[in-house]
């Protein structure tokens, strides 16, 4: 409750005194790095191992270079041959901004068995709804393919991990996910997609917990004032809102390898231009796939750092990128192809502000591709003029682009790498799990990829479940 009022008189102050800079405040966030230009390098060296290694090995006849893709998350667990049984691993993984989010390591695995959702104040246990709001550290998991109808925000606890590899598990209905004022979350290969607004009841976000949510804006996912939070290979379409949104002083992030579809506003970051602590906001955005029926904000900026690193941007309507406020901006190694609107060509979209007062913002383009007439307006000090309206060109290393993001979004469906794990993702009692209802149904379903049963898989739910049984009877 603190933490929340001095937030809120932060943003009130920040509204009468506009014009002091943010320096004199000393509002440096929690979890906010030094050097984020430091943390962008690191990123293009994680890369660069990553590919260097792929080639290496692939000069080799001897050797297996199958599991390498150059994409450096990747590479870290799937080239494991055992990971399904060691799935915390996962957690070592992440680079870039949120590379600091430990979500569920090191606690005990938690197995959801029941897909209800019916009591946001009192969760059965079993729910995902009853693992999201545990106190402590949680590495959660799903034993088959699971459609999870939310009946309220499903606000969560620190130090959580949702880890969907193996089963097709859908989330969808009223708020989806929110994560308010906590830290090291790891969401990981769900499918996140049909939200919409919700609220005006209790819901609970602790065991001891649990109070009056006014309505929610519908986002597919809502970070709010949280730090260490990492978004690995999920899918996210179709909300009434943001896709992901990440407000109110919120950092240390890093949005990696999804898939985005059909929706208008994709991504908001930073609550608003006058809301001085989203200064310290820094965001990594890698190796993501912005797919098809896309308007604008990926993402749409206000203040901080956000470094877009290697992700596919198929086309858009209105904008790719857009910002207010003086955000940083570091585009570097992205494939952007235009739409055929001669109108809708450029990347990047200053919104609301004037020429003469976005000259000065840092924002930048390094190698880029631009395809099919899309050019980046770049600004700051030292921008040369051939930069500031890059021509299209024909894009001669796309291959390194669809190589890093080639298994965007879930994995094991809609032809991704089917190789996902410990659980079955094929069908079970006599069906996919997920019900027939098209709403329910989102762009990387797959309804005709299914995976065979794992001949394993009775004996590794068997081992599993012993870890997990002092979870299961939490009270």
């Known amino acids: 409750m603190l933490r929340r009022t001095c937030i809120v008189l932060i943003s009130l102050l920040s509204s009468f005194c506009p014009l002091v800079p943010a320096a004199y ?63 915390q691993r996962l957690a070592d993984c992440a680079i870039g901004f949120g590379q600091y989010a430990v979500g569920g390591k090191n606690g005990e695995y938690y197995i959801v068995t029941d897909d209800s959702d019916d009591d946001a104040v009192n969760p059965k246990p079993g729910t995902l709804r009853y693992a999201v709001i545990q106190a402590e550290p949680l590495w959660i998991v799903f034993p088959r393919n699971m459609l999870i109808k939310l009946s309220q925000e499903l606000i969560f606890n620190s130090y959580k991990t949702l880890d969907g590899r193996g089963a ?46 006014t309505k929610s804006d519908g986002d597919g996912i809502s970070i709010f004032g949280s730090k260490d939070i990492w978004i690995d290979h999920c899918s996210l379409s179709h909300c009434k809102d943001g896709l992901i949104d990440a407000v109110m002083g919120s950092t240390g992030i890093t949005i990696s390898n ?14 608003s231009d006058d809301y001085l602590p989203d200064s310290g906001m820094q965001v990594t955005i890698a190796f993501n796939h912005f797919g098809p029926k896309l308007i604008q904000r990926m993402p749409r900026c206000r203040r901080g750092y956000i470094h877009v690193v290697n992700n596919d941007f198929t086309q858009w309507e209105m904008y790719a990128i857009g ?26 979209k200053r919104v609301d502000t004037a020429e003469g007062d976005w000259r000065g913002w840092n924002w930048r383009s390094e190698g880029d591709e631009m395809v099919n007439g899309a050019y980046f307006v770049a600004s700051g000090e030292g921008v040369e003029v051939k930069y500031e309206k890059a021509y299209s060109v024909e894009p001669k290393s796309a291959v390194l682009i669809e190589q890093l993001t080639m298994h965007a979004g879930t994995l094991g469906v809609g032809n991704r790498d089917n ?5 079955s993702t094929g069908p079970n009692e ?41 979870v299961l009877n939490l009270n």
């Not at 207010?324 to 990047?348: F, L």
């Not at 190789?419 to 659980?423: D, E, I, L, S, T």
């Not at 019900?435 to 379903?445: E, F």
């Open 323 to 348: 910002g207010s406020g003086n955000p940083t901006i570091n585009s570097q190694g992205n494939r952007y192809t235009a739409p055929s609107d001669r109108n809708a060509k450029e990347v990047t």
């Open 419 to 423: 190789n996902v794990g410990m659980w």
């Open 430 to 470: 006599g069906g996919n799990g997920l019900g027939s209802d098209p709403d329910y149904t989102d762009d990387m379903s797959g309804s005709s990829t299914q995976l065979s049963p794992s001949s394993t898989f009775t004996i590794l739910f068997f081992f599993l479940s012993l870890s997990c049984s002092c």
């Open 25 to 87: 405040l000393n509002l440096t966030l929690s979890g906010q790095h030094p050097n984020p230009e430091e943390v962008a390098q690191e990123v293009h060296r994680r890369v660069n191992a990553s590919i260097t290694r792929r080639q290496m090995l692939a000069t080799f006849q001897e050797a297996d270079s199958s599991c390498l893709t150059g994409n450096p998350i990747d590479d870290c667990w799937k080239c494991d041959p055992d990971w399904p049984n060691n799935r």
């Open 258 to 271: 999804n898939y985005f579809a059909h929706h208008n506003e994709v991504m908001l970051l930073g609550h």
């Open 168 to 213: 097709n598990v859908h989330i969808v209905g009223g708020g989806c996910i929110t994560l308010q004022y906590i830290s090291n979350v790891i969401i990981h290969n769900i499918h996140i997609h049909h939200c919409y607004e919700s609220g005006e009841a209790n819901v609970r976000s602790s065991p001891t917990h649990y109070g009056w949510r």
